[in-house]
């Protein structure tokens, strides 16, 4: 993964809700570019726009105006198929509620979305133990979701959404159901992912913690940018 | 192949709710087995017993009989075609002489249908050879039902009076030498049953019958006129007409039991999804499309019905030979449901039963599991990773 490449753009993007008879509008003119290996978040407040923004880039929705351009993909105009073809390929998820598949065991969450990519049996299952590995849960593999911790179902949720060795990960609030220890473990994972593998990275987060390991803040309020900052070095 | 792997993880991942599942869709396969095969043994051996006990392997009626119109009786005997005699004579054709009497059960009057049949007979199970043919007395059987209704003993001494070929009244006393017990109406209820020869002598209508019942044995050549064949099929299309008609209320029953089984698919399919949402959000973040996800649930769903046809095998196999092998008892009551009743019922399974309740289950199941799936195309991704509900 080359970086000084972009792989995110985003243009003149509006997103409105229906609210009601009225409409509500929750990103409101945003313009952002993100480059390969990128290590940034969204900021704000609650209800800032930072989910309904990061679902965007994550094709799981659809711009109202504008344009979101996610590997040269004009998000909203690709068909579902092709949508849910570049999230398996090129996009990672990392949720708030870790949202592991709860009748699977750790091994069989990373492996998923390989198996939706028919890699063979082989390469997949290094892939997966690798991943596990990169995230400290190599002895884990056989636990399910309800047997582990919040730090560990995390983290499983990390090797999941970087077992395909994606272009973009996308973590939505990712520590605000871990305490503080279990945060900073799963940030500096993170970090080490995106020196070593080149992953873009985006958070979305009001988390100083979280904050306090980005290399480029962009501060959202009531749907618009109000700043964007490269982080220089501490 | 993807959907089935994943299926079948997410099955028995679910482990006891997809177990329950399983057993109840089993339970259905077999019982549905198990009642069908049930139905099908008893009109399997109500038609063996009207063979048995009434129509024999075929017959010759005299050309004027009409069973269903009894005053046609007195013109319907015929002489007993000379070919046939040896063959009467060794029992393998009981020719039968029929008439209408009365007796007087009780102080009552009651009309009956007095037959005459060879006491060496070997055509029929009724119990002929108990009947004394040529004793001073004329000795008579009757059946079960018969008894129970008129108080008749063994022993007993029972009038009758009846007209003879010119019209005669005439009456003597038959004592009752056997009562026999037999699941077919048809030739015990308002029946008295005695030798051939004495009918013969009482109508003055030697060497005569009404008709003529074959066994095993194939008619000889004869002359065939004043007599009407009557094959098998015409002689229990009445029994063949009772059985379509049970087999459409056990289709009914069928269909009760099936319906049960889709129910609880249904549910868990409805709960499963409405449950499943972020599961179901999250596959589609992980790059499922939400027709893969429609598809995995409804391949889900009928799987049940698969795993139900394996563990109704394990259980089901021993238990529906062991049921065939040693038949089921049936209890009395059931004798005055009409139709004659064994006390033993050996149920039969017919693979193509068994073939058809499989397919059957497996396709409603696949439409069952589908039709609260769609519901998922058009589920919200990003509203399903939250749990929302929609
Ligand atoms: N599907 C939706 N329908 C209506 N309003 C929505 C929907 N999704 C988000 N919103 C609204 O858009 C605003 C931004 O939401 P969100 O992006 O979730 O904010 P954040 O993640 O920054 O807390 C909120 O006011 C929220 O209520
Ligand atoms: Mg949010």
Redesign the pocket.
């Known amino acids: 993964m080359e970086s000084n490449k972009t792989v995110i753009e985003i243009r003149n993007l509006v997103k409105t809700?229906p609210?009601g008879n009225r409409e509500?509008t929750?990103l409101n003119g945003i313009n952002l570019t993100f480059t390969g290996g990128e290590f940034s978040g969204l900021v704000?407040p609650?209800?800032?726009?930072?989910?309904?923004?990061l679902n965007i880039i994550g094709t799981l929705d659809s711009p109202t105006e504008g344009e979101a351009l996610v590997m040269r993909h004009s998000v909203g105009k690709l068909s579902q198929k092709k949508a849910a073809h570049l999230r398996n390929l090129k996009i990672g998820f990392i949720f708030q509620t870790f949202n592991l598949l709860p009748v699977y065991s750790a091994l069989e969450n990373v492996e998923f979305p390989l198996l939706l990519q028919k890699m063979n049996a082989a390469s997949r299952k290094k892939a997966v133990m690798d991943a596990l590995d990169w995230v400290g849960l190599a002895d884990k593999v056989r636990s399910r979701p309800a047997q582990m911790s919040g730090g560990e179902c995390q983290r499983v949720a990390i090797a999941r959404a970087i077992v395909k060795k994606p272009e973009i990960v996308l973590a939505d609030e990712p520590t605000a159901n871990l305490d503080a220890e279990n945060s900073h473990h799963i940030l500096q994972t993170m970090v080490k992912l995106n020196k070593e593998l080149g992953t873009t990275f985006l958070f979305?987060t009001h988390d100083e913690k979280v904050i306090g390991y980005l290399r480029r803040i962009i501060k959202?309020y009531d749907g618009k940018v109000s700043s964007d900052e490269i982080v220089t070095v501490k | 192949m993807l959907t089935f792997k994943l299926a079948i993880r997410n099955l028995i991942g679910a482990g006891l709710r997809t177990w329950l599942n399983v057993f109840v869709l089993s339970l259905s396969y077999v019982v549905i087995i198990y009642m069908n095969g049930m139905l099908d043994g008893w009109n399997r051996q109500a038609k063996t017993d009207m063979i048995h006990w009434d129509t024999g392997q075929g017959q010759l009626w005299q050309k004027n009989y009409d069973p269903v119109d009894p005053f046609t009786l007195q013109n319907s005997f015929g002489p007993i075609p000379g070919e046939l005699n040896n063959l009467v004579k060794e029992g393998q054709i009981a020719p039968v002489l029929i008439t209408m009497a009365s007796f007087y059960p009780e102080g009552r009057i009651q009309s009956i249908l007095l037959k005459g049949i060879p006491d060496n007979q070997k055509v029929l199970d009724l119990p002929t050879a108990s009947m004394i043919g040529d004793s001073t007395e004329i000795s008579a059987l009757v059946g079960k039902r018969m008894a129970q209704s008129n108080r008749i003993k063994v022993g007993d001494l029972i009038t009758l009076r009846w007209r003879d070929r010119n019209g005669t009244f005439d009456a003597a006393d038959v004592r009752i030498a056997a009562i026999f017990d037999t699941n077919v109406p048809t030739v015990d209820a308002g029946q008295i049953w005695i030798p051939l020869t004495r009918l013969q002598k009482m109508l003055q209508v030697p060497g005569e019958a009404t008709l003529l019942i074959r066994g095993k044995s194939e008619w000889p050549s004869f002359n065939s006129e004043g007599w009407v064949s009557k094959d098998l099929k015409t002689l229990t299309a009445e029994i063949d007409q009772i059985i379509k008609g049970k087999s459409f209320s056990s289709a009914v029953m069928y269909l009760i039991l099936l319906l049960l089984a889709m129910l609880a698919i249904f549910d868990t399919q409805v709960l499963s999804i409405f449950r499943r949402q972020r599961e179901i959000g999250t596959q589609i973040a992980l790059g499922m499309t939400r027709w893969q996800v429609v598809k995995l649930f409804t391949v889900e769903g009928a799987m049940h019905g698969v795993l139900a046809a394996i563990l109704a095998a394990i259980y089901g196999i021993p238990f529906l030979a062991s049921q065939s092998r040693f038949g089921i008892p049936m209890p009395k009551a059931t004798d005055s449901m009409g139709l004659a009743v064994a006390e033993k019922i050996f149920p039969v399974y017919s693979i193509g039963l068994i073939i058809i309740t499989i397919v059957f289950v497996l396709i409603t199941a696949t439409i069952v599991s589908y039709l609260p799936a769609r519901r998922i195309s058009k589920m919200?991704p990003?509203?399903a990773i939250r749990g929302r509900i929609q």
Do not use: D, V
Request: no cysteine; proline share 0%; aromatic share 12%.
């Open positions: 809700f609210m509500f929750a704000g609650s209800g800032s726009g930072k989910t309904t923004l979305a959202l | 919200n990003t509203e």
